[in-house]
């Protein structure tokens, strides 16, 4: 199937399109529970290490991911020190990455490239457009990201790697928004979670023989 130029509606927030697709269309989670539980995946960024804290760069790189604002000619992408109050929520409790004026940056994962990413998402209720880009600036997804102002999860489980990531605010000059704790990896082989399953069955087999 051929999924290029499809767009749907999840949960009446999040505005999905997606464009030239494999054969297999990508998986969305907005729940990190449910990604972390169902790929395998690091945390690959959390921003803490990164140094210095509210200061404006034109990019940096950490852990292999070069983070760039878009603004030509105006150091532009900063991790953003927790204790925030501008940012949709109460406060920010830990750090998070963002930039000054209204949000664009860009996510360069091309270094090590994988097929599955996600990331916490501080939203203003403005509105917020990420695209996921693949080998050659091949866009795979964009999402159109209208939940209310507040902090949630989004990502991917691909079937082809993730070179990139653009994220665009609405309204960010205003409220703030950004990212925190990117999570890279991997989707589990079939095989992979079949063995997990049979395993666990027989885990559970035993230990209800051993009750008899």
Excluded: C
Excluded at 19 to 30: E, I
Excluded at 48 to 53: I, Q, R
Excluded at 149 to 175: C, H, K
């Amino acid at each position: 199937m051929n999924a290029s130029k499809l767009a749907f509606l999840v949960a009446g927030a999040i505005l999905v399109s997606l464009s030239g697709v494999g054969s297999a269309a990508p998986t969305l989670y907005m729940d990190a529970g449910s990604f972390i539980a169902g790929n395998s995946v690091v945390l690959l960024e959390d921003f803490e290490a990164v140094f210095p804290k509210d200061t404006a760069l034109p990019s940096f790189t950490s852990n292999g991911v070069t983070y760039t604002g878009v603004q030509a000619g105006n150091p532009n992408v900063l991790v953003a020190a927790p204790g925030y109050t501008n940012f949709g929520v109460p406060i920010t409790t830990s750090s998070v990455l963002t930039s000054n004026a209204n949000e664009e940056f860009t996510m360069d994962l091309s270094t090590d490239p994988l097929p599955v990413v996600g990331f916490d998402v501080y939203l203003n209720g403005d509105g917020v457009t990420t695209r996921w880009y693949g080998s050659g600036d091949h866009l795979l997804v964009t999402v159109n990201d209208s939940r209310p102002a507040g902090q949630y999860f989004l990502g991917f489980a691909m079937d082809e790697p993730i070179y990139s990531v653009r994220w665009t605010a609405v309204g960010g000059q205003n409220v703030n928004t950004g990212i925190d704790n990117v999570y890279a990896g991997t989707i589990p082989a079939p095989g992979a979670i079949l063995v997990s399953a049979i395993g666990t069955g027989l885990v559970g087999w035993l230990r209800r023989r051993k009750m008899l």
